[in-house]
């Protein structure tokens, strides 16, 4: 079964901004868009005799589930759409979400964050604990302007292989090139290129319309990944299982708060 894509939608501008990106990810790749608006607990349940499951669509003028699924039925006519409410937190409605989801797609901040807020707590909880691949939109998300690259964030001694599938399998559907950036540890010896080629060489093969540039910065991983962000239309990073649930690490942290553009984070299996 085709599982959908999955956004998550409260009204704020971010949150309006990441539906739009999800439908246009969910057409490239085939699949169907799920739209969430989570209600909080103390809403009357009374349409939805299970709270904590999906209700059924609203009609209100005013309902943000309502006006999000109107525009993108207007500009994505060939999408098809579903849309859930459901009584639960934000984190927790969404969380359970990624588990039936191809993909989910948030905005970094919404309707709750304050002015210079760049990542909300929903955003960092999802990046860091959701069970499918987690695409997070910046607070002011990349306009319509050409990107020239998919960028992936890679430690070539411990490679992420889930990251790699999602970051070619998204440079070849998009027909772009893809950066592979890598910083070596301090001290490590000589060599890190040849074992960056090595670690590429069997997904080049395998996605041969791919054009992957590995790119072994002498700069810090994360201030090297969030100046590739700049011309990207998406970054990609892998998240190991931490020894700590729901820790995403220091570079997943520096990345998702000053990236400029849509941030992909990959659990590994």
């Given at each position: 079964m085709d599982l959908p894509v999955a956004v998550g939608v409260d009204g704020s501008e971010p949150s309006l901004?990441?539906?739009d990106w999800a439908a246009?990810?969910?057409?490239?790749l085939g699949r169907a868009l799920r739209v969430l608006h989570a209600l909080p607990l103390t809403s009357d349940p009374s349409s939805d005799p299970s709270p904590g499951r999906s209700a059924g669509r609203r009609t209100g003028v005013g309902d943000p589930l309502h006006e999000v699924c109107r525009v993108l039925a207007v500009r994505y006519p060939r999408l098809e759409t579903r849309a859930d409410e459901v009584h639960d937190v934000a984190p927790a409605a969404?969380?359970?979400?990624a588990e039936d989801a191809e993909l989910l797609v948030v905005g970094a901040r919404g309707a709750g964050g304050f002015p210079g807020l760049r990542v909300g707590s929903t955003a960092l909880h999802?990046?860091?604990r959701a069970g499918c691949p987690t695409v997070v939109l910046p607070v002011e998300p990349p306009g319509q302007d050409p990107r020239e690259r998919i960028v992936l964030g890679l430690d070539a001694r411990r490679p992420a292989e889930a990251a790699l599938e999602f970051a070619f399998a998204a440079a070849d559907r998009h027909g772009l090139p893809l950066r592979v950036v890598h910083a070596p540890?301090?001290?490590v010896p000589d060599g890190e290129d040849e074992l960056l080629a090595r670690?590429?060489?069997?997904?080049r093969a395998a996605r041969p319309g791919v054009e992957a540039v590995a790119d072994g910065t002498g700069a810090g991983a994360g201030p090297a990944l969030v100046e590739a962000s700049a011309k990207?239309?998406?970054?990609?990073l892998g998240r190991r299982r931490p020894l700590l649930v729901g820790a995403l690490g220091p570079i997943g942290h520096a990345v998702l708060h000053h990236s400029l553009c849509p941030v992909a984070v990959v659990p590994e299996a």
């Open positions: 901004a990441a539906a246009r990810e969910a057409l490239s969404l969380s359970a979400a999802l990046a860091a540890a301090a001290g670690v590429l060489a069997p997904w990207a239309r998406l970054l990609v």
